[in-house]
T-cell receptor, first 113, second 109 residues
């Protein structure tokens, strides 16, 4: 089944404790991105990747890192999480950049205390 | 002013009724437009693209008004399963996707 998976789905952590949210897609998509969704705001892009070893900042990259060592995986890293990073995070992929359809993962709900 | 604005709702609509909501965008050079559907706490899914001439997909009709810079979504014969949040998405002149915060729709039996 074609899908985007994220892990973990739910995470409660404390300020400053490094964490990684994994994202994997099995559709051989070139383009992958991370979004955060907060109440009253639209999805905001954190980072995106147009292909392996190519990553770039989105609208809200501060406090986040990403890597794209393999085509299928695009982990999101929070080196020192803070409470303002409490949010719902979505990973998405599409065959290439500027494709109309994006395929989203199920989301990761992160709470930073 | 937000780049993409939507009425957050909720719109409470009886089953079988017709409901419509709009989304306004600020960048007149925006390239393309979409409606996504998001169920509670789940991932967004593409509902339909919005074409200049307007387009229909079953009970759903999307329209684009470039002069007034808004897009609309009309749902006819609404079903309980249409209850969701509808997200307006605009690809701007830099080809970036700008997401609205969504309009919540509740269909009541």
């Amino acid at each position: 089944e074609a899908q985007v998976t994220q892990n973990p789905r739910y995470l409660i952590t404390v300020t400053g404790k490094k964490l990684t949210v994994t994202c994997s897609q099995n559709m051989n998509h070139e383009y992958m991105s991370w979004y955060r969704q907060d109440p009253g705001l639209g999805l905001r892009q954190i980072y995106y990747s147009m292909n392996v070893e190519v990553t770039d900042k989105g609208d809200v990259p501060e406090g986040y890192k990403v890597s794209r060592k393999e085509k299928r995986n695009f982990p999101l890293i929070l080196e020192s999480p803070s409470p303002n990073q409490t949010s719902l995070y979505f990973c998405a992929s599409s065959p290439r950049e500027y494709q109309n359809t994006q395929y989203f993962g199920p989301g990761t709900r992160l709470t930073v205390l | 002013r937000k780049e993409v604005e939507q009425d957050p709702g909720p719109f409470n609509v009886p089953e079988g009724a017709t409901v419509a909501f709009n989304c306004t965008y600020s960048n007149s050079a925006s390239q393309s437009f979409f409606w996504y559907r998001q169920d509670c706490r789940k991932e967004p899914k593409l509902l339909m693209s919005v074409y200049s001439s307007g387009n229909e997909d079953g009970r759903f009709t999307a329209q684009l008004n470039r002069a007034s810079q808004y897009i609309s979504l009309l749902i006819r014969d609404s079903k309980l399963s249409d209850s969701a949040t509808y997200l307006c998405v605009v690809r701007d002149s830099n080809y970036q996707l700008i997401w609205g915060a969504g309009t919540k729709l509740i269909i009541k039996p």
